[in-house]
């Protein structure tokens, strides 16, 4: 497998663990509010991409975060820009779902080289 497969890998996997500690444990969302900033950040972001088909596939990982978008959708949380929204390159995380996600499980779950690899804009730096 070459090492741009391997990243990729590395990142949906490391992308679901995170929701998954969050987002189907039960802990609450953020307030609109904020989520729709986050978004409005995250859609102007160089680091906002399109996942790959190959990301897109990754079996356990893509349950995850299915079921992450499921529980989204009964919860009716969105903002006005949702559609722009796709996968971090930085952290790899979905970036519709991380706007929701509280700040200091955030802080927990991102070490300080990849908090060095968001864009400088970041609202997770700031």
Do not use: Y
């Amino acid at each position: 497998m070459n090492n741009r497969k391997t990243k990729q890998i590395v990142r949906v996997v490391v992308g679901a663990k995170r929701l998954s500690e969050w987002w189907l444990a039960g802990q609450s969302p953020v307030p609109p509010e904020i989520a729709e900033h986050r978004a409005s950040v995250c859609a102007e972001c160089p680091l906002n991409e399109s996942p790959s088909l190959f990301e897109m596939l990754v079996g356990e990982s893509a349950r995850v975060v299915k079921a992450a978008f499921a529980k989204k959708h009964d919860m009716s949380l969105k903002t006005k820009i949702d559609w722009r929204l796709e996968i971090c390159s930085a952290c790899g995380c979905e970036i519709e779902l991380k706007i929701w996600q509280p700040m200091e499980l955030i802080e927990k779950q991102m070490s300080s080289e990849e908090m060095k690899t968001l864009d400088k804009d970041c609202w997770i730096r700031k």
